[in-house]
């Protein structure tokens, strides 16, 4: 079983930065694609970047490239979402996941975390 916690989240003012992190558990983490997801409220899912099990390959939704960076610590079992210049619209609860297939749709990913809320505003 594979167990995701993420943490990070909270309020921040228009232009600032946070770093969101998400633990998993289980001592197959390597093996698993991992990616984050957005909601916000009266929302569809949204798909934010993945990364690949080694970290060389990563993928962005369009409104996050050149501001969001992914990364992973396959020592530590973290996946890593800094987030930069961040805006209002930027509002929302931010999940992990998990999958083995490479992808942006959510129904691919099979293991969530609980999400933690990122508010944007002054």
């Known amino acids: 079983q594979v167990q995701l916690v993420e943490s990070g989240g909270g309020l921040v003012q228009p232009g600032g930065s946070l770093r969101l992190s998400c633990a998993v558990s289980g001592r197959t983490f390597g093996s698993y694609i991992m990616g984050w997801f957005r909601q916000a409220p009266g929302k569809e899912r949204e798909f934010v970047a993945a990364i690949s099990w080694s970290g060389s390959s990563t993928y962005y939704g369009g409104s996050m490239k050149g501001r969001f960076t992914i990364s992973r610590d396959n020592a530590k079992n973290t996946v890593y979402l800094q987030m930069n210049s961040l805006k209002p619209e930027d509002t929302a609860v931010y999940s992990c996941?998990?999958?083995?297939?490479?992808?942006?749709?959510?129904?691919?990913?099979?293991?969530w975390g609980q999400g933690t809320q990122v508010t944007v505003s002054s």
């Open positions: 996941a998990a999958t083995l297939s490479w992808g942006v749709d959510p129904r691919n990913y099979a293991y």
